[in-house]
């Protein structure tokens, strides 16, 4: 299961409220998505519940993709997220909190660090294949990204 499948909705009752309809408290789930970001349904929410959509809109929901907000680049992009807020010496507990400031969002700090975990592992199996396969390059760069989620 992917750590953008246990990312959910902060006060997703309080929101379904203002939009007078239940809402998944599913962040990535496509009901969520259809109802949270059709004009009718933003114009509904409170101002800073507003902001924080329109935020959240812009960062990961703006690409070209045809089937866009389907399409997995929204995933792929809060994904990065998440390792660029470890990069910068967050702990999962730290992360969480950011992203909830950020956009509303939130998980379980053990979600979060599993999915930190399975990267660091993800990058020692390519660190280990770019050095069988003699790709120098490709090795240091996945050493270095290690390194930098490792802390």
């Known amino acids: ?14 929101i379904g409220s203002q939009l ?10 496509g009901a969520t998505l259809d ?20 935020d959240f809109a812009e960062d990961f929901l703006d690409c070209d993709c045809q089937s866009n907000p389907y399409c997995g680049c929204a995933e792929e992009k809060f994904m990065r997220y998440l390792l660029e807020l470890r990069e910068q010496g967050m702990g999962p507990d730290t992360i969480v909190d950011v992203m909830t400031d950020d956009y509303m969002v939130y998980a379980y700090p053990g979600d979060i660090l599993s999915f930190l975990d399975n990267s660091v592992r993800t990058l020692e199996a390519v660190e280990e294949l770019a050095d069988v396969e003699g790709d120098s390059e490709m090795a240091e760069d996945a050493r270095r990204k290690k390194r930098n989620l490792s802390g």
């Not at 299961?1 to 309080?14: F, G, L, P, S």
């Not at 007078?20 to 789930?29: D, L, Q, R, V």
């Not at 109802?35 to 329109?54: C, I, K, P, S, Y």
């Open 1 to 14: 299961m992917a750590v953008t499948d246990k990312i959910y909705v902060k006060n997703h009752r309080q």
């Open 35 to 54: 109802m949270l970001f059709q004009g009718n349904n933003l114009a509904q929410l409170d101002d800073t519940t507003q902001e924080r959509v329109l």
């Open 20 to 29: 007078e309809t239940n809402i998944p408290k599913g962040a990535f789930k």
